[in-house]
């Protein structure tokens, strides 16, 4: 079953505007990550965010965890053609062995 | 350097023939393997995973199964497919909790 709810479900931008993408998710977390899957690819680690911190920063990306609210955001500023893609939360349950994927948001960057 | 190897990259199976994928895991050792399916448009599930060579969790009871013969090795089968085993399955190991999942190029299996 699904852990994670992206939202929104796409979200079109121009380039080098900022991207905000939604996730929340039902139960308590030992971390959260957020993966890109470029059309017909495999997915991409991006950035991994732990339950006891609140913000996280690597180049352009910004990831924010309230775990009292259960949800996470991620930031994409000064977006570029490349950055189009679907990009997914995912999170790991306190002791558990697996990652739990949201449904996805698709991002589109238009020049 | 870590890698991972997924093939085939497409397979198109007619239904009730087998089905065998293999993931394969180079520089690292005693990787968590998983393998995920992702439906068209959807997002990943969990079908399995493996915390060491014969251990095996299923997640979704389906005709599938999976199984670790060498620890960097991981293999998704099936005796034989339906149409709903249509999917992009894709491979994926970590080390340690506080890691990042590492995905394989993925396998997108067409039963017709």
């Known amino acids: 079953s699904q852990q994670g709810e992206e939202d929104p479900q796409a979200l079109s931008i121009q380039e080098g505007e900022n991207a905000t993408m939604n996730c929340s998710y039902k139960?308590?977390?030992?971390?959260l990550q957020w993966y890109r899957q470029n059309s017909g690819r495999g997915l991409v680690h991006l950035i991994l965010?732990?339950?006891?911190?609140r913000e996280k920063h690597s180049g352009r990306l910004r990831v924010t965890l309230d775990t009292s609210k259960k949800s996470s955001s991620l930031l994409i500023t000064a977006s570029r053609a490349a950055d189009t893609a679907s990009y997914f939360c995912?999170?790991?349950?306190?002791?558990?062995?697996?990652?739990?994927f949201g449904t996805g948001t698709q991002l589109k960057v238009e020049l | 350097s870590q890698t991972i190897h997924q093939w085939p990259a497409t397979l198109v199976q007619p239904v009730g023939s087998p089905l065998s994928l293999e993931c394969t895991v180079e520089?690292?050792?005693?990787?968590?393997l998983y393998w995920y399916r992702q439906a068209a448009g959807r997002g990943l599930q969990l079908l399995f995973y493996?915390?060491?060579?014969?251990?095996i969790s299923s997640e979704v009871p389906q005709n599938l199964s999976a199984s670790r013969p060498q620890d960097r090795q991981f293999i998704l089968s099936s005796k034989k497919l339906l149409l709903s085993d249509s999917g992009f399955y894709l491979c994926a190991w970590r080390l340690e909790r506080r890691y990042g999942y590492t995905f394989g190029s993925g396998t997108r299996l067409t039963v017709v």
């Open positions: 139960t308590s977390i030992n971390n």
């Open positions: 995912a999170t790991v349950r306190g002791g558990g062995n697996k990652l739990t």
């Open positions: 493996s915390v060491g060579i014969g251990q």
């Open positions: 965010i732990r339950s006891n911190e």
């Open positions: 520089g690292t050792s005693n990787p968590n």
